[in-house]
């Protein structure tokens, strides 16, 4: 193993252990540890050390600087993507891809990212950096998933469809193809999406429709 396939895994929570999981199965890296200042250093994480707090990514002597973000809360993901490049610009991110998910061939996925296992991603479809498209869900042809976005087990979309950044589609809801959903929205669990929705709104229901505004960092999980 170079010091390429060593990398640390920053959050543990549900999110970060599904996504060690993942990591194992694609048999390419080595888990350095677990970064999270939330926890007590060197207790044990879903067989994972707690190394400590951030301020490990910027120790002088650290030769390794790649890992991705485990963290399920798009926006506060994002929070620690940008702590991260603040305390060790020259880190990289890797992506985590399930070996029994489908990516098409001229589809991309962007450093950061989750695919979980039974997921696919069709053709012609981008998935933005440090995005989550979660456990047996499907993103069908020409989609797009914006910057830190996810999308929720279960969750089906139809073609064309553009999901703005940070937002999150909910367990189980279902997309008709050339909707666009903007930035900081929440799609609420169960929902059947026929009609566009802004950014930085609450929609759900059957069809959804907007329940309420939000503002970007309120808590959906
Ligand atoms: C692996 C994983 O676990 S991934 C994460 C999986 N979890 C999810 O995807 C769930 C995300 N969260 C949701 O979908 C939530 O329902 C939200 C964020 C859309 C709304 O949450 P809140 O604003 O807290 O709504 P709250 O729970 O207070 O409900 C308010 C009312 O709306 C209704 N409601 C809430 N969500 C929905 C929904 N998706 N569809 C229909 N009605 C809903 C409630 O039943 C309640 O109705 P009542 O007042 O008649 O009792």
Known sequence: MTKENHIYVIGSGGHSKVVIDILESMNRYTII?????FRKPNEIIH??????????LKKENNQYK???????????????????????????????????????KDSKVGKGSVIMAGAI????????????????????????????????PGVTTGGNVKIGD???????ATMKH???IGAHT???AGSTVLSNIESSKVAYGTPAKVIRDRKKGDKYL
Request: glycine share 10%.
């Open 33 to 37: 540890g677990i970064v999270d200042p």
């Open 47 to 56: 067989g994972y050390t707690v190394l400590g707090d951030e301020t490990i």
């Open 66 to 104: 790649r890992g991705i973000v485990a963290i399920g809360d798009n926006w506060i993901r994002s929070q620690w993507v940008l702590k991260v490049k603040s305390i060790c610009p020259s880190f990289e991110y890797i992506t985590a891809i399930h070996p029994y998910s489908f990516i098409s």
């Open 121 to 152: 991603v069709n053709s012609n479809s981008v998935v933005g950096e440090h995005c989550i498209v979660n456990t047996n869900s499907s993103i069908d042809h020409d989609n797009s998933l914006g910057y830190c976005a996810s999308i929720a």
């Open 166 to 172: 940070y937002s999150a589609i909910s367990i189980g």
């Open 178 to 180: 050339g909707i666009e």
């Open 186 to 188: 929440i799609i609420g």
